[in-house]
């Protein structure tokens, strides 16, 4: 038995260490995943208010991380190098339902796209839906990504209060997108993913930057 443990070991090193420690940065990445949005939630939550927070941003993340997962998911990619998606994805509903709560945007309407929204996955989780589309909506991520997160920079820059923004959230943010660089350029090499996360992670660590200085502001007065 411990033979055969070795053996597997073994053949696994024999990758070489670049993809070993590409394998050990997306476990890491995903446990970051399992709770970067979870602190986000708890401000929103304890402060009962999501004033300062982007609903537009959370909107456009929401299509950003479903076209991402979807893409990687059909292309049949490692599933360890996308893990963190559906981790993303689950969070991502609880933030924009406390976050449309808080401003009195649960209507109709939302639940209209909701119901959308939810027949579209399913197409893409069974595999029904188109992939040239997904393909042709890829390259769209890295703006919509970015226009995000500068809607939440901005938001913080107009209201000037980052109370009910979590500095955590964003840190883990910036760090997530940054050991995706790596495993991403070695694993896939799929420069449409790269250039992605080089422009989330630099917003990302601008919006934190942002929190932490009107955080700051906001307890002196």
């Known amino acids: 038995m411990s033979g055969a443990l070795g053996d597997v070991v073994s053949e696994y090193l024999e990758r070489g260490p670049v993809l070993v420690v590409a394998d050990l940065l997306s476990l890491i990445t995903v446990s970051s995943c399992l709770v970067i949005k979870v602190p986000q939630i708890n401000t929103i939550r304890a402060n009962k208010s999501s004033k300062g927070i982007s609903v537009l941003g959370l909107c456009l993340e929401l299509f950003s991380y479903t076209v991402m997962l979807s893409y990687n998911y059909t292309s049949g990619y490692d599933f360890l190098s996308y893990m963190e998606y559906p981790v993303l994805l689950l969070q991502e509903y609880a933030l924009i339902y406390y976050a449309f709560k808080y401003q009195d945007l649960l209507g109709k309407r939302t639940q209209v796209v909701a ?4 027949v579209v996955a399913t197409l893409i989780y069974l595999k029904l839906f188109p992939i040239i589309i997904l393909t042709f909506l890829v390259p769209f991520c890295t703006p919509i990504g970015a226009t995000s997160k500068v ?6 820059l107009r209201t000037k209060d980052a109370s009910s923004v979590s500095r955590t959230t964003w840190a883990l943010s910036a760090f997530t997108n940054m050991t995706r660089i790596y495993t991403v350029f070695f694993q896939s090499n799929d420069w449409m993913l790269l250039s992605n996360f080089l422009i989330s992670t630099f917003l990302s660590a601008s919006v934190f930057t942002a929190a932490c200085v009107y955080k700051k502001k906001a307890k002196a007065e």
């Open 115 to 118: 119901i959308l929204y939810s």
């Open 151 to 156: 809607l939440q920079l901005l938001a913080i």
